[in-house]
């Protein structure tokens, strides 16, 4: 028997095929096999159209069923992980009135800085456990002043997994961790955030019904079997949002256990049970897949913008051929790169440093002694100092990382980026080689309730290997302080 997982991303969707019983993966696929584009009809505009999604989810499914001689009749449960923050507005049929909004749009930034004016930070701050910012309720808010005749037309507003268990089941629900992530949630009532819908003007029989992460969430209806290949009557068993999604595959779960992930931009995402919001203006605060009112568990959402994208830079622009070959050259100069530095904020404004917007800064080169060997061990220390800044910034709200657990990405492969967090934080750091839509077929188990055999399958099938502090911290510390003193020079001068 198996499990099928999906991950919707902005790029692509991926979809696995699991064992049910042992957990193990046989494969995971993507569509379209060319990047899924994004409409800009202004700059900072991006959207995509929900429809798309699930049509690259119906010939994924299909073609892992056709490639592996599956019986649908023996998948067992759908996983849904999905990007998160985005908007999907449908009419009375469940047709799609707009395209999506997506998580990278940002025209409702406005709309939500007025909300958290207007409502009152601290209110925001420790019911809504951030500012409505750029989120769903914000995106939401912007369709009713600038599209009046699609938004009388709204039945239900849904995040981009809903829509998906949707097109499956025929059924309109969300998750508490989805309504948080959308910024709808009250965490001091433990409720929908009626005034904040109430300001915004939007009437809360928009909001889907609720279901709970881990259960039977709906089944594939006739329509959804015909379309997808599957069987009607499958369940759908889990969704959640991507980060909160990455943590679960990662196994992570409880207080004091940290995901990070280190692709084009970084992520350290940390569960709590605490809702102290001290740094609510640098780190996102949301319902993890496991909360539950009697006993939540936060998940606290740290980016960084410039993360792999900088080591991705440098290797188009560098003449070598691969991060392997830039990893070899970074080995050969000592810790410290000789003084060379390199902040890696050139992705835009980043939140963790107040939405400045510094640019790459290279400094310290000395044109006689420095080498491309320097600026790949600068870059690597450089991204690698910015998640030990962040983890500082999480550790100032109360976050105390007892195991911190890794994907295998380009940048957690180097012995030098793991090696150099690992002893500035003084933990040490677990690899493992999984993905999002794998997680997200695991998940499909976790309605039974049993997180050990969860956890067993993560630690079976993906562990690869750790990274352990090194003996002697003087000479990191050294870097990093030199790295963080030009880092406060440069925040003070922007």
């Known amino acids: 028997m198996y499990s099928i997982g999906f991950d919707i991303g902005s790029s692509s969707i991926k979809a ?16 379209p096999k060319v990047e899924m584009g994004m409409i800009a009809l202004e700059n900072g505009w991006a959207e995509q159209h929900p429809d798309d999604w699930w049509q690259h989810i119906c010939k994924a499914t299909k073609t892992l069923l056709q490639k592996h001689n599956i019986d649908p009749m023996d998948i067992t449960g759908i996983g849904i992980s999905y990007q998160m923050h985005g908007l999907v507005v449908v009419d009375e049929n469940g047709a799609p009135l707009r395209n999506s909004i997506i998580w990278c749009d940002s025209r409702a930034v406005k709309i939500g800085q007025a909300a958290f004016d207007a409502l009152g930070n601290d209110k925001c701050a420790s019911q809504l456990l951030n500012s409505p910012a750029n989120f769903t309720a914000s995106k939401l808010k912007w369709v009713k002043d600038n599209e009046p005749d699609i938004y009388q037309k709204v ?10 268990a949707y097109k499956f089941s025929g059924e309109i629900r969300s998750t508490i961790s989805g309504l948080s992530e959308g910024i709808f949630w009250d965490f001091k009532s433990n409720d929908i955030a ?4 109430e300001h915004y003007g939007i009437n809360r029989k928009m909001v889907p019904d609720l279901t709970d992460t881990f259960s039977v969430q709906g089944k594939v209806s ?28 990662l196994n992570v779960f409880n207080p004091g256990e940290v995901a990070a992930t280190g692709g084009t931009s970084g992520v350290v995402y940390a569960i709590t049970e605490n809702l102290s919001v001290k740094e609510s203006s640098r780190v996102n605060n949301f319902a993890h897949v496991n909360y539950d009112t009697s006993k939540p568990r936060i998940g606290k959402l740290l980016c960084i913008n410039g993360s792999g994208i900088q080591y991705r830079w ?3 622009n560098l003449d070598v051929s691969s ?9 050969s100069v000592p810790i410290g790169s000789d003084g060379v530095l390199i902040h890696p904020f050139g992705n835009g404004a980043e939140r963790m440093l107040d939405n400045k917007t510094l640019g790459t800064q290279m400094s310290r080169i000395n044109l006689n002694n420095h080498s491309k060997a320097h600026l790949c061990r600068a870059a690597l220390e450089g991204i690698a100092f910015s998640f030990v800044y962040g983890m500082e910034i999480m550790e100032s709200d109360g976050i105390r990382p007892t195991v911190i657990r890794a994907g295998n ?3 957690f492969r180097s012995d030098i980026f793991s090696k150099t967090i690992a002893t500035l934080i003084g933990q040490e750091i677990e690899i493992y080689d999984t993905t999002g839509a794998i997680g997200a077929a695991r998940a499909c188990e976790l309605y039974k309730g049993d997180f050990k055999t969860f956890g067993n399958h993560i630690m079976n099938n993906d562990y690869l290997m750790k990274f352990e502090p090194s003996n002697d911290k003087s000479k990191y510390e050294s870097a990093y302080n030199k790295w963080k003193q030009e880092l406060k020079r440069l925040i003070n001068n922007s």
């Open 16 to 31: 696995a095929l699991v064992i049910t019983e042992s957990g193990k993966s046989l494969d995971v696929i993507s569509e």
């Open 155 to 164: 039945y239900k507003f849904m995040l981009p997994g809903d829509y998906v």
């Open 194 to 197: 009626d005034w904040l819908l």
């Open 222 to 249: 006739e329509q959804g079997a015909t379309e997808s290949g599957l069987v009607e009557g499958t369940p759908i068993l889990y969704r959640a949002g991507d980060q909160p999604n990455n943590a679960l595959s």
């Open 314 to 316: 440098l290797m188009n």
């Open 323 to 331: 991060y392997e070959e830039m990893n070899e050259l970074a080995a």
């Open 409 to 411: 990405d380009n940048l």
